[in-house]
């Protein structure tokens, strides 16, 4: 797939995002005053970016507001409802925490579980579709969900965060390992994808068209295994190993802030390759597969 920068930041950003409020909600950190303006800002600020950032990848941006008009059928449509129930819950909590009106915390343990629920839903759209191998199984929802917890652990200063770090790195390990056999066991083929398999074992003779498609230009690319073995070494090492190792040192507040930096460093490393590396079956009927 066509690693789009506009995908890559919203799922990244508003996985953070929504991952750091999820702990604000639950009152892992109940700063007040400046220092919760600051850090329910840089929460909302993630998680709006990441949203935003999402409509840049759409045809017309106005068709944003449709998304959500189809909540019983699509895990898009779900998500939007999500994100801003999310957003307008916590805010009176974020507010309860700047101006000390003492809301009881049951609100923003409601709104922190629905910050979860809306990764969850992030996730769901890429992993029910069938016609990418690599995003179809149950560890991509999983995958989503590790790194808005370690992100939001990250930033919250929890002192476990650097088991949820870790537990990042074995998650994309799991990942990639199912990713990478994915393909194959779907059983997809140039035949399957022509409808000609009863003919035997077709091949092509020349492409389906003269010139680029969108399906040529969304669908199918093709990223090298010395750039993709390179690559998810990075991302390992900035979303897991180095931010975990940092949150060791006796660093305070600069190393809180430094390994979040290289977490959310290696969150897009590893976004990119959760797009470039997908195989859509479409590959097949244009020969290729990437």
């Known amino acids: ?125 890429y992993a029910q579709i069938k016609a990418v191998p690599r995003w179809h199984h149950w560890l991509t929802p999983v995958m989503f969900l590790a790194f808005a917890l370690a992100g939001g652990a990250t930033l919250s200063g929890r002192v476990w965060a650097p088991v949820l770090l870790l537990a990042v790195a074995a998650i994309l390990l799991a990942s990639w390992k199912t990713g990478d056999e994915a393909f194959a066991k779907a059983g997809q083929t140039m035949g399957t994808a022509t409808g000609l398999t009863r003919l035997g074992l077709p091949s092509v003779l020349d492409p389906a068209h003269t010139a680029g498609n969108y399906l040529k230009r969304e669908m199918i690319f093709v990223v090298g295994r010395k750039h993709a073995a390179k690559l998810r070494r990075i991302a390992l090492a900035l979303a897991s190993a180095a931010p975990a190792a940092i949150l060791l040192l006796p660093l305070g507040l600069w190393g809180i802030a430094l390994a979040a930096v290289l977490h959310l460093a290696g969150t897009l490393a590893a976004r990119w390759l959760f797009f470039a590396e997908a195989e859509h079956v479409v590959g097949l009927y244009y020969g290729a597969r990437g």
């Open 1 to 125: 797939m066509h690693p789009a920068p506009s995908v890559i930041l919203f799922s990244a950003l508003s996985g953070l995002g929504f991952g750091f409020l999820a702990f604000l909600g639950w009152g892992a950190l109940q700063p007040e005053g400046l220092a919760a303006f600051l850090l329910w800002g840089l929460g909302y600020g993630l998680a709006v970016a990441g949203l935003l950032a999402a409509t840049f990848h759409l045809g017309n941006p106005k068709n944003a507001l449709k998304a959500f008009t189809q909540w019983r059928t699509s895990w898009l449509s779900r998500e939007a409802w999500a994100s801003v129930t999310t957003l307008a819950i916590l805010a009176p909590v974020a507010l309860s925490d700047i101006f000390g009106l003492g809301l009881p915390r049951l609100v923003g343990q409601v709104g922190g579980t629905l910050a979860l629920v809306t990764v969850f839903t992030t996730a769901m759209i």
